[in-house]
């Protein structure tokens, strides 16, 4: 499986974003694509996830209401609206076999896009 994960860049406060995950290879029904964060100086932590075949979602309590994830035939999309600088983080996507939020259970990583929150 790979992944290329775009669609992020400089946005104000309160702003929007659409990050996407576009999968190649061989993605099966059971596996979920789960999007991961790092700000500097900080570990990378759990944003969401969905399961590929039920569309089933999970979001981290940090960004609930604010963020959604979804999925369009092999692209994974992650909108991002009402902003916080403390979103400013390199994102990534991944795929683990089943849902979880442990990032050592995630195999195959894109290669990270850059969103920056400020005025």
């Known amino acids: 499986v790979q992944l290329q994960a775009s669609g992020g860049g400089l946005v104000q406060p309160g702003g929007s974003l659409r990050l996407s995950c576009a999968a190649s290879?061989?993605?099966?029904?059971?596996?979920?694509i789960g999007w991961f964060r790092q700000a500097p100086g900080k570990e990378r932590e759990f944003v969401a996830a969905i399961r590929w075949g039920v569309r089933t979602t999970y979001l981290a309590s940090s960004v609930k209401g604010r963020f959604t994830i979804s999925r369009n035939q092999n692209t994974v999309y992650l909108q991002l609206n009402s902003l916080k600088p403390e979103d400013t983080a390199v994102y990534y996507c991944a795929t683990a076999n089943s849902y979880t939020m442990n990032q050592n259970e995630y195999r195959y990583w894109g290669q990270g896009t850059q969103v920056t929150v400020s005025s």
């Open positions: 290879g061989r993605v099966f029904s059971s596996h979920v």
